[in-house]
Nanobody
Framework: VQLQASGGGLAQPGGSLRLSCAAS????????VAWFRQAPGKEREGVSC?????GGAVNTNSRFTISSDNAKDTVYLQLNSLKPEDTAVYYCAFAYVAYLDPSPCGTEAYQYDYWGRGTLVTVSS
């Protein structure tokens, strides 16, 4: 599985960005895609995740929204009301999950097997 994250850049406080994660090389088994971020000097933290089977999503931050376009094999992360503390490298990650698993997707790094290279988001005036 290959993941390509894009859409990062410089945003002003209060602004918005939409990150994209294009996935390829995966099979049709159910999967989950998550976004993580890592700020300088801090540990990587989970931001959002979404499941392919039912579209169930988890957003750990009310300003961020994850969505997917299965036709384009792409998952998006909408970042709104950005703050300087949102500055980080944002990574997308992928994992296969069990069929008809009722549990929500996870936002812990150990739950994901494939990772993209990250896209830098800088929030500054």
């Amino acid at each position: 599985v290959q993941l390509q994250a894009s859409g990062g850049g410089l945003a002003q406080p209060g602004g918005s960005l939409r990150l994209s994660c294009a996935a390829s090389g995966f099979t049709l088994e159910p999967n989950a895609v998550a976004w993580f971020r890592q700020a300088p000097g801090k540990e990587r933290e989970g931001v959002s995740c979404i499941k392919s089977e039912d579209g169930g999503a988890v957003n750990t931050n009310s300003r961020f929204t994850i969505s997917s376009d299965n036709a384009k094999d792409t998952v998006y992360l909408q970042l709104n009301s950005l703050k300087p503390e949102d500055t980080a490298v944002y990574y997308c990650a992928f994992a296969y999950v069990a069929y008809l698993d009722p549990s929500p997707c996870g936002t812990e790094a150990y739950q994901y097997d494939y990772w993209g290279r990250g896209t830098l988001v800088t929030v500054s005036s």
